[in-house]
């Protein structure tokens, strides 16, 4: 395995040892951790946290993030503003889904409540310099109804993004899994290696007993992502948790799409079922093959993430081989919308 070092100023650094953070071991004793967890998450989460590691990011200065840093000052020349939608049809489902740039391929998986118009060109224009991204919406999100599955689980997830590869002919197509995307990248690459090039996986974890949970203060701040009362509009605010100047410029740039359309509440709790059963059910996430992995991977992680510990970046990084890992000081988990050059430059860099 290899730690990718970057020569520029305020460089995503090579993580060595655990991270702040609590780890879930099989024990059903319950703690107030996570205690907390199944109140707000409205289910059975029965697996308790160890002691948590010494904080040893505290006091540290939080480098500037490129807030005001965007492609689409003329919507006109932004090609991710300006490409059309289309619908694939994948074993019965309508995907909805976007296609813009050139060069390699990008597939890009989304995180808990995003549609296609939740991903900020500020980071698609610039990836769309060096490579073709193709963006889409999941299952009863956005544009995309919701399949006929009275539940929603990863691994449906996963089939369902192999069967739009095949019906785009991707080829191979470097998968960027952001946070619930990236459970669906890791599935995805053991359950359809033929369909997968490469892997990005970004502010993303293992799941089940390999999981790191946040902190307890951590956790209760990010309760509202496992609401079912609770909308997207009112989740993805958590992700700019430490920086909430670069959530207004987020949202600035966001509005800049036509026809926006947001996430209603039934797709997110679809997809909030998804991440609770991929974080509790041994059978749904592929810690234990990951070793087996043959393909190159990029991990992504941000040292002040709240929803995805940097701790869960380097167990991933722990069991794939050959993989490369890049942690952002001073970054949360909106890392791609907070520092998007920067991001953008190293997923151009590894998919050269």
Excluded: K
Excluded at 5 to 30: K, M, N
Excluded at 60 to 82: K, M, N, Y
Aim: charged letters at 15%; one cysteine or more; aromatic letters at 6%.
């Amino acid at each position: 395995m290899s730690v990718l070092h970057l020569p520029q100023p305020t460089p995503a650094t090579p993580v060595r040892g655990p991270l702040p953070g609590r780890r879930w071991s099989g024990s059903r004793r319950r703690t107030p951790a996570l205690a907390v967890m199944a109140a707000l998450a409205t289910s059975m989460l029965s697996i308790a946290p160890s002691a948590a590691n010494a904080d040893t990011t505290a006091g540290q200065p939080v480098p500037a993030t490129d807030i005001a840093s965007t492609t689409a000052d003329d919507v006109g020349q932004s090609p991710s503003l300006t490409a059309p939608t289309h619908v694939v049809t994948v074993a019965g489902l309508a995907i909805a889904y976007r296609s813009f740039g050139h060069g390699p391929t990008l597939l890009l998986t989304p995180c808990l409540g995003f549609s296609m118009d939740d991903w900020d060109p500020a980071l698609l224009d610039r990836l769309a310099t060096t490579n073709r991204v193709v963006i889409f919406d999941s299952d009863g999100v956005g544009r995309t109804p919701a399949s006929s599955s009275a539940i929603l689980t990863v691994p449906q997830l996963s089939d369902q993004v192999a069967g739009l590869i095949r019906a785009l002919h991707l080829n191979r197509p470097t998968v960027v899994g952001y946070s619930l995307g990236g459970f669906v990248a890791q599935r995805m690459a053991v359950d359809h290696p033929d369909a997968v090039g490469a892997l990005i996986l970004m502010g993303t974890g293992p799941g089940g007993s390999q999981q790191v949970l946040p902190d307890l203060p951590s956790l209760v701040r990010g309760g509202p992502a496992f609401d079912p009362l609770v909308p997207a509009d009112q989740v993805i605010p958590l992700y700019f948790s430490g920086h909430p100047d670069a959530l207004g410029a987020w949202r600035q740039r966001t509005a800049l799409r036509p026809n926006r359309v947001g996430m209603n509440l039934t797709g997110l709790n679809r997809q909030r079922a998804a991440m609770t059963d991929w974080l509790i059910n041994p059978t749904t996430n592929v810690v234990s093959s990951l070793p087996t992995l043959q393909l190159p991977t990029l991990i992504l992680g941000a040292e002040n993430d709240e929803q995805e510990p940097a701790a869960n970046s380097t167990v991933l990084h722990h069991y794939i081989n050959g993989s490369e890992l890049l942690i952002y000081p001073g970054l949360g988990h909106a890392f791609p919308f907070e520092a998007p050059e920067r991001v953008a430059e190293d997923i151009a860099r590894f998919t050269r």
